[in-house]
């Protein structure tokens, strides 16, 4: 099972739901539903970071370093075929899962058909581990794309932990939740 911790002041931990049977996939290993949407608010909190028993903590930063335009997307986070959480701006979110070979993907919500910008990766996570994920955004917003930069774009990469926490000290904490 999979829980994104949300409104980590509470010590609140709560799942989303699975991708709906029979709605379009984004076609990436681990994307949840193409309908499903998630709002995101962020919080100067700065929780702990423990992973419960049997479990392996995953932190996902969204890094907009190199998004030069507004307004800043919004980036859903799903693990094993389901949306599980969302940053927007630089913020970053906690969640934590099960372990073993894991799934993850992003994409930037709100964008489908040849329009998709997202990325992908696969990440074996052991059970009490606490790994830092980094999606960088791209787009200089300046004239008609695909010119250099301009073409919006998204990676995801496993940062050093060292790296996760010296950033975790100047991103917000991301807080989500499913539209139904």
Same mark, same amino acid.
């Given at each position: 099972m999979i829980r994104g911790l949300f409104l980590p002041v509470l010590a609140v931990c709560l799942p989303f739901g699975a991708a709906v049977a029979g709605a379009q996939m984004l076609g990436q290993p681990g994307c949840g539903a193409?309908?499903?949407? =998630?709002? *995101?608010?962020?919080?100067? /909190?700065?929780?702990?970071? @423990?992973?419960?028993?049997? @479990?392996? *903590?995953? *932190? *996902?930063? &969204? $890094?907009?370093?190199?998004? +030069?335009? $507004?307004?800043?997307?919004? +980036?859903?986070?799903? =693990? /094993?075929? &389901?949306?599980?959480?969302?940053t927007h701006g630089h913020s970053y979110i906690i969640l934590e899962a099960d372990p073993g070979l894991r799934h993850i993907c992003t994409y930037w919500q709100g964008t489908s058909g040849e329009g998709l910008v997202g990325a992908a990766l696969r990440l074996q996570m052991d059970s009490g581990g606490i790994y830092y994920l980094e999606i960088a955004d791209r787009f200089d917003g300046l004239g008609p794309a695909p010119v250099g930069n301009r073409r919006p774009a998204t990676t995801l990469q496993l940062l050093d932990p060292d790296q996760g926490e010296l950033m975790r000290r100047s991103y917000e904490l991301a807080v989500a939740k499913l539209n139904k």
């Amino acid at each position: 099972m999979i829980r994104g911790l949300f409104l980590p002041v509470l010590a609140v931990c709560l799942p989303f739901g699975a991708a709906v049977a029979g709605a379009q996939m984004l076609g990436q290993p681990g994307c949840g539903a193409e309908n499903e949407r =998630i709002a *995101v608010t962020t919080t100067a /909190d700065k929780p702990a970071l @423990k992973a419960a028993l049997g @479990k392996a *903590v995953l *932190v *996902v930063f &969204q $890094n907009d370093n190199r998004y +030069n335009a $507004n307004p800043r997307p919004t +980036n859903l986070i799903g =693990i /094993d075929g &389901q949306w599980v959480g969302a940053t927007h701006g630089h913020s970053y979110i906690i969640l934590e899962a099960d372990p073993g070979l894991r799934h993850i993907c992003t994409y930037w919500q709100g964008t489908s058909g040849e329009g998709l910008v997202g990325a992908a990766l696969r990440l074996q996570m052991d059970s009490g581990g606490i790994y830092y994920l980094e999606i960088a955004d791209r787009f200089d917003g300046l004239g008609p794309a695909p010119v250099g930069n301009r073409r919006p774009a998204t990676t995801l990469q496993l940062l050093d932990p060292d790296q996760g926490e010296l950033m975790r000290r100047s991103y917000e904490l991301a807080v989500a939740k499913l539209n139904k």
